[in-house]
């Protein structure tokens, strides 16, 4: 079965500086990854979706990377904002045609 | 706007109760899904369903149940038989269940016991 795990599982930096989330994967079948964002109390917003046969993905200051045979995906967010604090989560589409979700990242951006 | 709407935003069951809760979608999407979130997990899937008046269980089917008779439509209810229904409920959506569509969410409902 297909785990997705997310580490840390909180996060806290000083406005301005870059960070990696990560993401890893069990099973390296898949098809393709999946970042959101999600505000205290709200649903989930997609960010990016990296397909398998991709090495990355860039959306403004947001760029992710997928790493298939080592089961691993980050993301990477440049000159972070206080805008940016909220929980991260990935998710891999795998068999069985649904998504695997890690447990999420929650970061904090202090001014 | 496109998008997908929950109701209600907060949501309360006394014992032996079912509730049921929507999920709206104007984005003319074939696939639909409920997730269930709770405190410091990820999304576990419930019920999803490719295509109007058919539907399949997810991980956690056992006590609720789901209808899809319309494309723009896909309710939740929560019946007596789930023991432990307090959670943040996600409907999401996609033009097909198939790889490489991403998922569109909706803004949960929370659903606590009295």
């Known amino acids: 079965k297909q785990e997705v795990t997310q580490i840390p599982a909180a996060l806290s930096v000083p406005e301005g500086e870059n960070l990696v989330l990560n993401c890893s994967f069990t099973?390296?079948?898949?098809?393709?990854l999946q970042w959101f964002r999600q505000d205290p109390g709200k649903g989930l917003t997609s960010l990016l979706l990296?397909?398998?046969?991709?090495r990355e993905q860039t959306s403004g200051r947001l760029n992710a990377s997928l790493d298939k045979s080592s089961g691993r995906s980050t993301l990477y967010i440049a000159a972070s904002q206080p805008g940016d604090s909220a929980t991260y989560l990935c998710?891999?589409?795998?068999?069985?045609?649904?998504?695997?979700f890690g447990s999420g990242t929650k970061l904090n951006v202090k001014p | 706007d496109g998008g997908i709407t929950q109701s209600p935003k907060y949501l309360f069951r006394k014992e032996g109760q079912n509730v049921t809760l929507s999920c709206e979608q104007n984005?003319?999407?074939?696939?639909m899904y409920w997730y269930r979130q709770d405190p410091g997990q990820g999304l576990r899937l419930i019920y999803y369903?490719?295509?109007?008046?058919?539907?399949q269980k997810g991980d956690i089917a056992e006590g609720y149940s789901v209808s899809r008779e319309k494309k723009e439509s896909f309710p939740l209810t929560v019946t007596s038989a789930q023991k432990n229904p307090t959670a943040f409920y996600l409907c999401?959506?996609?033009?097909?269940?198939?790889?490489?569509?991403?998922?569109?969410f909706g803004d949960g409902t929370r659903l606590s016991i009295l």
């Open positions: 999401a959506s996609s033009s097909r269940q198939e790889v490489n569509q991403p998922q569109h």
């Open positions: 099973d390296s079948a898949i098809y393709n």
């Open positions: 990296i397909q398998s046969s991709q």
């Open positions: 369903s490719q295509i109007v008046n058919d539907f």
């Open positions: 984005l003319n999407h074939d696939a």
């Open positions: 998710a891999a589409w795998g068999n069985f045609n649904k998504f695997y």
